[in-house]
């Protein structure tokens, strides 16, 4: 949080200002006031000669005088910053979402060793916020940066920046390997002979619709054996 006090002399002259990433308080006159989200825009800097004075407009207008003329940038700043953040939050508060939902799919699949499928990979896909929220994020990626926490701005990276079926592909590639190495023996005697790296990608690739294409005598039986085992 970011404070300002001035005018120290009267007591019904003196006002603080403090400003945090969410809000702006203003004490002046024995009366509080606290501002968020668009409501910041009411707040207003004006440079003097020889000093500045910060303007509220709104019902009870309110002068803040004789703010230091050398203070007006970090004053502006700091109100800028809670606009940004709140024009840039519903943005990121999205793209958060989004990104524990496809995390907990890919590590639900991971622990149980269960091939990604077609339908739920759609279904991520169909759950991506769209172009509005992409723009909307932006629009301030030069702020994000000292605006959100690092869980944030890595779901905001991996919204704009992940192509989410190639990292899926590569997520079931591999699944397909830890599962062939954890069920070796198994792959090796469900039929009368070993299965070849062919057979077992057609077993754990676990779609619930997947096409074998093979010649006669070739193991596809052994596939649909080994699958419904």
Same mark, same amino acid.
């Given at each position: ?52 004075? %910060?303007? =509220?407009?709104?019902?009870?207008? +309110?002068?803040?005088? !004789?703010?230091?003329?050398?203070? $007006?940038? @970090?004053? &502006? /700043? ?37 091939? %990604?499928? =077609?339908?739920?990979?759609?279904? +991520?896909?169909?759950? !991506?916020?769209?172009?509005?929220? $992409?723009? @909307?994020? &932006? /629009? ?90």
């Amino acid at each position: 949080m970011t404070t300002w006090i001035r005018e120290r002399g009267a007591p019904a002259r003196r006002w603080r200002l403090d400003v945090s990433l969410e809000e702006v308080a203003i004490e002046a006159h024995s009366d509080v006031l606290v501002l968020t989200g668009a409501d910041v825009s009411r707040v207003r800097v004006h440079r003097g000669w020889f000093s500045a004075r %910060i303007d =509220v407009d709104g019902p009870k207008p +309110l002068q803040l005088r !004789r703010l230091p003329r050398g203070e $007006v940038p @970090a004053v &502006q /700043a700091a109100l800028q910053r809670v606009l940004v953040r709140h024009r840039a939050t519903p943005a990121v508060m999205a793209a958060a979402a989004w990104h524990r939902t496809v995390k907990a799919t890919v590590e639900a699949a991971q622990r149980d060793g269960r091939w %990604i499928t =077609v339908e739920a990979r759609r279904a +991520l896909e169909a759950a !991506r916020p769209g172009p509005d929220v $992409v723009a @909307a994020l &932006q /629009a301030a990626a030069v702020d994000l940066p000292t605006l959100f926490q690092p869980s944030e701005l890595t779901a905001v990276r991996f919204l704009r920046e992940v192509d989410v079926a190639g990292w899926i592909a590569g997520i079931n590639e591999e699944i397909l390997a830890a599962e062939t190495r954890r069920l070796r023996s198994f792959f090796d005697g469900v039929e009368s002979r070993p299965l070849t790296d062919e057979q077992i990608r057609a077993v754990v690739t676990f779609d619930n619709r997947v096409q074998v294409v093979a010649a006669a005598g070739s193991g596809k039986t052994s596939v649909m054996v080994a699958r419904a085992a």
